[in-house]
């Protein structure tokens, strides 16, 4: 079994000389590397001649930034900037990047840059990442802005909360699946404690236009920070804020500077990777002003930015989106409403603050960290864990926990299902351990379908071709019961490598209507309804 061939798309060109922005793009694509898959970054951009007259940065200063971070994180030919209009690319050939759309497994598309045509459209598994909880599903549902959602098969958000009964955001026809934003660990070992550094952060006063809905500003930082005004004069500490603000916002660059807000120039101090992360390194922890957008949704949205902190054992106090309900708060990290409780949480935090640099630490390990099969991970004290990939569903994998009972080493294995071999996008089941993994002390096995035997999985293809072209010969139109995470991947995958094959594209094919339905039957009786009346 191969190892999957992801594409990600984000903006790192884009918006040039913001190092925080490009490490959000970072994480992912070193993450999946980590894991063990093949990985290409593609970012979709205006040709030239617009780039050059659509923001402030050139369109040779652009690709030279995009340029240099592929070459200090070694992507080398995996990476490539693609004209949205015409052949021109930087990196890969036009010929090149047509071939791996013709052959990658999964896109992975941050915010939806890479807009979905027919050839992307060829991509099994297309992933929408939405990377502004809140804000995407305001535009798309109540503003009706098109945010690219179309023509991907799964949706999955940076909010936690989405959905649910404290979030009254609506979601509309999609269900989003959650996920916290990762942090290549890595790359992000812990930094010296600083007695005398700043509690710090990085921050756009606004980013874009506000959001109105039931009765409510949806809003950026800038109406969160004023509210929150007068931290510094509550607190013994500085604050040192890399804030990008317009000269034009001058009561507010008065009102800062008036309540002990140090401002400097984020493209000086963080406008490259590597300086952000030396800025990071060097605080003493951060000091967190969320969008008046995710605090009034309460998705339990949490930065990226933040996890960087908390990787370096920096303590980290930030405004609460409803992350207090998804992370441990309390050591390393402190949830606040008000001034006063952030600067409560700040003077806590100096009180100990070794324990709560180390308590950071471990957040982020557990947390925000990718951790690859059949290496071990310090997950408490004289504790390890190491994944075996079960081959069941993507990422399932049996779980060893090896820990010392006694002064005696005491090996525990639990796995949920096990899959079966030669799956088309799941590595198979792993049969033989590294030798010392071989002595269990415990196996802990679900055994729902223990005495289930299947057929041969290099059968389905065929299986698959003979059940629609059949019934589509006669007119039909197909329903596959399926479960909605594992089984439904696979099926895409398949119906996409028939699709692509032309093996379903005879005469009587065309127009037909296959349905995966996810074993709901309210949506197989909506299926067989709207099959009626096409009909």
């Known amino acids: 079994m191969k190892r999957l061939k992801i594409l990600v798309s984000g903006k790192v060109a884009q918006v040039p000389f913001q190092g925080g922005a490009t490490w959000a793009v970072l994480q992912y694509i070193l993450g999946f590397k980590r ?73 992975v598309n941050l915010g939806g840059s890479l807009p979905v045509d027919e050839r992307v459209a060829r991509i099994p598994v297309r992933v929408y990442l939405d990377l502004d909880p809140g804000f995407t599903q305001l535009w798309s ?53 600083d007695s005398n550094g700043p509690y710090t952060t990085v921050a756009n006063w606004r980013s874009y236009g506000s959001i109105a809905f039931s009765n409510l500003r949806y809003g950026q930082k800038a109406h969160s ?16 804020i890399a804030l990008s603000i317009h000269p034009g916002d001058s009561e507010d660059l008065e009102l800062l500077s008036e309540n002990g807000w140090r401002l400097v120039d984020p493209l000086e101090v963080a406008g490259s990777p590597e300086s952000y992360q030396k800025f990071i390194g060097r605080s003493r922890g951060e000091i967190a002003v969320a969008k008046s957008g995710y605090v009034h949704s309460r998705c339990a949205w949490f930065s990226e930015r933040s996890a960087c902190y908390l990787a370096m054992g920096k303590p980290v106090v930030a405004q609460d989106t409803g992350f207090s309900s998804v992370l441990p708060c309390g050591k390393g990290l402190f949830a606040f409403q008000t001034a006063e409780e952030a600067a409560t949480s700040i003077e806590e935090i100096e009180a100990d603050y070794v324990v709560h640099s180390k308590a950071a630490r471990e957040i982020a390990l557990e947390f925000f960290d990718s951790v690859p099969c059949r290496r071990p991970a310090t997950i408490g004290r004289d504790m ?43 590595r198979n089941p792993t049969l033989e351990f590294a030798e010392e993994d071989r002595n269990i002390d415990l196996l ?31 007119r039909g139109s197909v329903i596959i019961p399926s479960f909605a995470f594992g089984r439904t991947q696979e099926l895409l995958y398949v119906l996409s490598r028939l699709d692509a094959n032309d093996s379903l594209r005879k005469p009587w094919v065309q127009r037909r209507l296959v349905y995966l339905a996810p074993l709901d039957t309210a949506r197989i009786g909506a299926c067989v309804a709207e099959r009626d009346r096409e009909r």
Not at 39 to 44: I, K, M, N, Q, S
């Open 384 to 426: 390890t864990l190491k994944y075996y990939e079960a081959g069941h569903i993507l990422g399932s994998a049996y779980c060893l926990i090896k820990t010392l009972d006694e002064g005696r080493e005491l090996a525990v294995l639990y796995t949920g299902d096990m899959g079966r071999f030669d799956k088309p996008i799941i």
């Open 141 to 193: 549902e109540v503003e009706r802005v098109d945010v690219g959602l179309e023509g991907h098969t799964h949706f999955v958000t940076i909010g936690p909360a989405l959905g649910s009964s404290t979030c009254p955001i609506p979601t509309g026809r999609l269900c989003w699946e959650k996920t916290l934003q990762p942090v290549f660990l890595e790359q992000w070992p812990c930094a010296r404690l």
């Open 225 to 240: 920070w004023r509210s929150l005004i007068n931290i510094p004069q509550l607190s013994r500490r500085e604050f040192l």
């Open 444 to 474: 802990v096995m679900e055994s729902t379908y223990g005495n289930r035997l299947h057929g041969p999985v290099r059968d389905l293809k065929k299986q698959l071709e003979k059940a629609l072209t059949e019934t589509f010969a006669r």
């Open 35 to 107: 894991l063990g898959h093949i990985v290409y970054f593609l970012e979709p951009i205006l040709d030239p001649v617009a780039f050059e007259s659509n923001g402030e940065f050139p369109v040779s200063d652009r690709i030279s930034y995009f340029q240099k971070v592929c070459e200090d994180f070694s992507l080398g030919r995996c990476a490539s900037l693609v004209g949205l209009r015409g052949d021109f690319t930087v990196g890969l050939a036009s010929q090149e990047i047509a071939a791996l759309l013709q052959d990658c497994d999964v896109l």
